[in-house]
């Protein structure tokens, strides 16, 4: 049985360009938060500062998954030899462990506003200001976090980019919130409140749901495709035992091909290389890894 390795490592510039974004993720994290709240304490708005309470975790969710990009960034070892990208993965759901924070703190202090006797008195302009400029810097930021993060092929920064977005949507429902306190509507901002509750945590399960298939080895790419593109080296008469797992940039694939019995080592080994090189390019694998085996069908001798 022959084997061959794909030995595709992603690009050295990748761990340090995935930490550049990060930063200037945090640098934008630490401005909102100053923004909502300055505003939401001269307003006296919940909603608000339950924004700033949100870019509050933005900037704690992003130094760790600085930390995190950093050890994700490290090459396979001994005691690794799969590289460290899994990481980057379990980054993304810590981020949703924080953003569980967030929605329950605002829950309770918006049901608590609800059940009270009479709506704060709130100063809307002043937070109406600070929250459209926030909205602004979101929507430029997290924009910016995703398309980098999709050049990438990186968790970390589709997952906090999530976060950002979901920190847009806060500030447009905290916008929204003031209108209604200005239109006399009774708790509109606690109401407010409750329906941002509800966009973090949509955003926690949209993180969670593209996180644990990476983690449980979820196949990675359909057998039959990776069948299919090992089928097109000449000298392949059979593909089985297909196997993938991880996710663009960090894509792993084994798979057995059977070759015609009798042929010398050096020529069966010249099949799988040609195997492993189709299948890593066509399918941007990091490691593939390909087992010779003669075909054993009746009739296959010739």
Do not use: C
Not at 237 to 254: C, I, N, Q, T, W
């Amino acid at each position: 049985m022959g084997r061959a390795a794909a030995g595709r490592e992603e690009s050295p510039q990748r761990p340090a360009e995935v930490r550049r974004v990060l930063n200037t993720a945090l640098a934008v994290s630490l401005a909102l938060v100053a923004l909502k709240a300055y505003a939401g304490v001269r307003a006296g708005s919940l909603a608000v500062l339950g924004g700033a309470i949100d870019s509050g975790l933005d900037v704690l969710t992003t130094l760790v998954a600085i930390v995190l990009a950093q050890v994700a960034g490290a090459a396979p070892d001994e005691e690794h030899p799969y590289g460290h990208a899994k990481v980057e993965t379990l980054g993304a759901l810590a981020m949703v462990a924080f953003l569980s924070i967030t929605v329950t703190e605002l829950v309770r202090g918006a049901v608590s506003r609800i059940l009270g006797n009479e709506p704060p008195e709130l100063d809307a302009k002043v937070a109406v200001g600070a929250m459209a400029l926030s909205l602004a810097i979101g929507l430029a930021a997290s924009a910016y976090e995703r398309r980098r993060g999709d050049a990438l092929h990186s968790d970390l920064l589709l997952a906090d980019a999530a976060h950002l977005r979901a920190d847009v949507w806060v500030t447009v429902a905290v916008l929204a919130g003031l209108g209604l306190t200005e239109l006399g509507v009774p708790h509109g901002d606690a109401w407010t409140t409750l329906f941002v509750s509800v966009l973090i945590a949509r955003t926690g399960w949209g993180i969670i749901r593209e996180a644990v298939p990476v983690l449980v080895d979820q196949r990675a790419v359909e057998a039959p495709e990776i069948r299919r593109l090992a089928g097109t080296v000449p000298g392949v008469r059979e593909v089985y035992d297909v196997r993938s797992r991880g996710r663009p940039g960090a894509l792993f694939a084994e798979l057995t091909i059977a070759v015609r019995g009798g042929l010398d080592v050096e020529t069966a080994h010249d099949i799988a290389d040609r195997v492993e090189n189709e299948v890593a390019e066509q399918l941007g694998a990091q490691d593939v890894i390909v087992h010779v085996e003669p075909d054993r069908r009746p009739g296959a001798t010739q």
